[in-house]
């Protein structure tokens, strides 16, 4: 116990204790260095990683714009319903959800082939929409029966709805979003599951519009995603709803008159203003079944079915005019100045040009016909005369002088442009010169001539006001009347060819006289046409031309009518294909005849017999108006 | 500075109670109240800005706790001398009982005494501190470099460390591990045989290694690279990271900490109570915690060096060690420099055995500065 001994313990401890607050310090030093290097050098980057912890966007979809029809008759609207959903990244069992939903509403095998398609295509915190259309009833039930179950979410949402399938082609429809959609710097709501652009129609073409802009909303959520509060919200814009020419009134008319027909599509036109106020195509499809995505099976049927029912046949179809090509030809003698009105051709059932022999569709000819009675009695030969003396070049340039052979500029996608042939189109396409004999059978609309109902339809407003008719499926606002320009075409010649149409459905011998509408005031003038599918050889010339009735369908005639009324003031234009039909003056006219007056008939009823057609550019119309 | 003691002599009347009361280091005291000030804070934020559970149930703890402090700075540091091993056996009946009275039930670390869960794990911190300080007091300092007198020393680290590790626990045991070492390298023994024996801990570390539970080695891996589980056991000390970092120089105020209020991140009322004052107060916050710590260890040191027995000397410093072993660990812990083993931020954390085991060894301190100048033999016995 010495006190040195003291002092040496004390010693060696006093030097071992510096060594361990040495070694304190420095930990120390380490602790708030880190702190430092933590919560000032790096505090940005770690304070956005907390914001992102906590902070969630959405993207809002703004409900999309209705379409209406011109009275303002909503012809797409905006459903509410209730969607399941599930964000894979949160799933714990898949198939237990798949059980518990199936439990409440039918979970198809194509639902499963789509959820586990999407599950592997898409990223995993994407939701995924398991089943839409649900009600509000199935979502009680489902809440109750999986309150717990980890990913499931159920959405309130709005889907598209067509309250009208007589629109379908003309409307198009909504659907979910491909791969092929998106391009970079696409509104974000693009990628949302529930989110619908147009697909065809209107809904394609005005898609922009109708769907309006995303908004967004800031959440705060906590660690298990449950969302805590809004932190912010910057709405989005609605889309727009966009007017129609259409008349769904007429349009319902036209497209159930055509539904009886295999095939067929009709177009209805105001002359004034250029709207197409009715167009339908037979057969048609349920819209509202693209709009949750439809089965590749359904789509596979849709799509190879030979009678096209995806196809809006009045602007993508196109068929030889036949002889509703007449009037252009012999409007383009006339304008070239190589016929008169009065000059006659002798038909004598037939017309040949060297050894090649062009029949009259009468077999014992019209002896001597003049221009009035060739376009009334659609003599075959005379206008062989006319083709022949003109050439084709003067056929093609009244042809797109009256809208045949170019895409009319409707606003729907798919028009097609039609074929009007000259020396130079068959040279470059196919690659051998023209033979007169090829002009001759153009002179009547068939061979290589090809053209729409719509472009028909167009045709025949122009024909009836001389007047560059444009045909336009949406109204601008408060545009007014459009001012079409002349088709520099001279009056006089209009005047017989228009006179030579009244002719075809008023006088008697006229082929579609028995068609004719009786009352004077909505009296029409048309023409008829009946376009060949198939050629008729020398041999069953001889024996006789087999009756379409006896042909398999596919292998009958095309029936066309074209047709203005009221005849002495056109207002509207038609055009009327009923594929395979047979003859023009039996299975097209009645219906062109139909169409005609019911939309003289709705004009009368909605603004009275002198007043503007409904709504021609004007704020008239409305529901009640429209139903009075 | 305290007013300097008359010199005391074996004999002498010791001074009055009150008198003693009046001379223990308060601003040590104060210290210790103010970072238990800062927990009871925290400790109303992590509940949302409320006093119960945590907030209320602490501030009762700390008064208990200070009680337990003034009553063991009030005793004479030879009582405590005297105490060191029975307080040792009493810890280590503790953790026997612990081990023996286990549900079972995994991760047992608490039992139930009189109705109070206790961890025997935080008493024995402080417990071995007494009874290695009391061995060395014992020991001649001529003899430190014998061998065989590192036997008894290495048992009573052993036995607690094998207790802890059974449990699982493998951070405290490593921690009694440190705190022995930490007294023995304080009385002399030599470098190289620390150096030996860290070369023993490395080669047995792939045979531990073996013996290690599945959640300690993913702990251990998870802590080399919290990355590559940052839904598992990584999640909390990356969500740790980002709430200490995302709380810049000034915090994002006073319950406004967004990792902390939207569950982020959890358990945050007991080990991982540091990234709330650091979200919540930023950087400078922390410091003011950090310096408080600083300044208490800082002041146990002095105290420390200025004992003239052994044993009061080994006792301070030794807790004096574990208080910043506890610090230390905790907050690199949270801040992703050391594994997650368990350890409590000290009296800041929810917890009432290492507040209690840890005010009443600042207790000893106490006792041991009010008792500087004195002189205690070998054996303690009186002269």
Redesign the interface.
Known sequence: ?SAL?DI???R???R??A???GG?IL??G???W???D???R??E???V???E??INTHILIPPRGRILDRFGVPIAINQEDYRVLIVPEQVRNLAQILSRVASVVEITDEDRARISRNRRRRRRFQPLVLKTGLTWEQVAKLEINAPDLAGLRIERGLSRNYPYDAVAHVLGYVGPVTDRDKRPGRDPMFDLPEFRIGKAGLERTYDQLLRGSSGTKVV?????GRV?RELRRKPGTAGADVTSTLDIGLQAYLAGRIAKEKAAAAVVVDILTGDVLAMASTPGYEPNAFVQGISPKTWRSLRTNPLGPLTNKAISGTYAPGSTFKMLVALAGLDSGLIKPHTGFVCPGHFSLGSARFHCWRRGGHGVVSLHNGIKQSCDVYFYNVAHRIGIQRIHDMAVRLGLGARTGIDLPRENTGLIPTAAWKKKYVRDRWYPGETVVAGIGQGYVLTTPLQLAVMSARLATGKAVTPRMVRKEDAGLPDFSSMGINPRHLAAVQKAMSGVTNEPGGTAFWTRIVEKQFAMAGKTGTSQVRRITRAERARGVIRNKDLPWERRDHALFVAFAPVDNPRYAVSVIVEHGGSGSRAAAPVAKDILLTAQKRRSATVGPTGPAGGSGTKTGGKGERRG | MARPLPLLRSGDTPPGLLDRLLRLRWTLIIALTLVAAIGVVLLYSAAGGKMAPWASTQIQRFAVALVILLIAALAPIRFWLRASVPVYLFAVALLVANALLGTGAGAERWIGVAGFKIQPSEIMKIALVMVLARYYHWQRHEDIGRLHLLILPVILIGIPAALVLKQPDLGTAVILCAIGAAIMFLSGVKLWKFGVVAAAVAGAIPVVWNLLHGYQRQRILTFLDPETDPLGTGYHVIQSVIALGSGGLWGKGFLGGTQIHLNFLPENHTDFIFPILAEEFGFMGGLVLVLLYAFIIAVSLGIGARCRTQYARLTVYGITTTFFLYVFINMAMVMGMLPVVGVPLPLVSYGGTSMLSLMFGFGVILSAHADRNEWISRFADEE
Do not use: C, H, P, W
């Open positions: 116990m001994k040496d313990q004390q060696t401890f006093a071992r204790a060594m361990l607050v304190q930990l120390g380490a602790l708030l880190r702190m430092f933590l919560q000032v790096n505090a980057k770690y304070a990683l907390s914001e912890n906590r705060e959520i906590n660690a298990s805590q």
